[in-house]
């Protein structure tokens, strides 16, 4: 009974679809082995690489059941999806920028949009559109602009603190403004003094 041992129409129907898909999985497995040998090689033999990676590929190269015919149909697919995608690339492009042109979803980035927004170089509008087609809420747009905010260097900062603080200990108020590497201070204290 079942496939080993048919004994109905519907047995041997189904015994036959094993038998004809493990035959092609035979096949696939030859054909794409050679290629997946000189793709593979390379990548196996890095010895840093973890060995169910390792063994994982090996099932490709050098096939152990009827079962990896499809999955290596499967991943050659993906591998010649990559390639035929990172060849059409430069096509597409030129595709999506036509489209973006007549949509203006993504002609200017939201922080494109936050500098020309301060500038006041586009309507109030325009800035809200570019933060909602960006994805940005509108706290996080906030955010976003108050973060694009001119802000002074950091010897500006160290002069700032040097006659609004202790002259002589600026890091305790430069602390209040900038969160400064305490190894790179010295070097920012002085380029404060040369001023």
Do not use: C
Not at 122 to 145: C, H, N, R
Request: aromatic fraction near 14%; proline fraction near 7%.
């Amino acid at each position: 009974m079942g496939v080993k041992s048919p004994t109905t129409f519907g047995d041997y129907y189904w015994a036959k679809q094993v038998e004809a898909q493990n035959f092609f999985n035979e096949g696939v497995e030859d054909d794409l082995s050679p290629y997946f040998r000189g793709l593979l090689g390379d990548i196996i033999a890095v010895p840093e690489l973890d060995p169910a990676i390792k063994t994982f590929f090996m099932g490709f190269v050098e096939p152990t059941s009827q079962a990896m015919g499809g999955v290596g149909l499967r991943f050659a697919s993906e591998i010649a999806d990559s390639i035929a995608g990172a060849a059409l690339e430069p096509y597409t492009r030129v595709a999506r920028q036509a489209l973006e042109a007549k949509v203006l979803s993504n002609i200017l980035t939201p922080a494109e949009a936050t500098m020309l927004n301060r500038r006041k170089k586009i309507t109030p509008e325009l800035y809200d559109t570019y933060m909602a087609f960006g994805g940005y809420p509108d706290i996080q747009s906030q955010f976003l602009y108050q973060a694009l905010e001119p802000y002074p260097t950091i010897p500006d900062l160290v002069l700032y603190s040097r006659y609004h603080g202790e002259p002589d200990n600026v890091w305790a108020t430069l602390q209040e403004f900038y969160d400064i590497d305490p190894v790179d201070f010295k070097l920012w204290e002085w380029l404060g003094l040369q001023r």
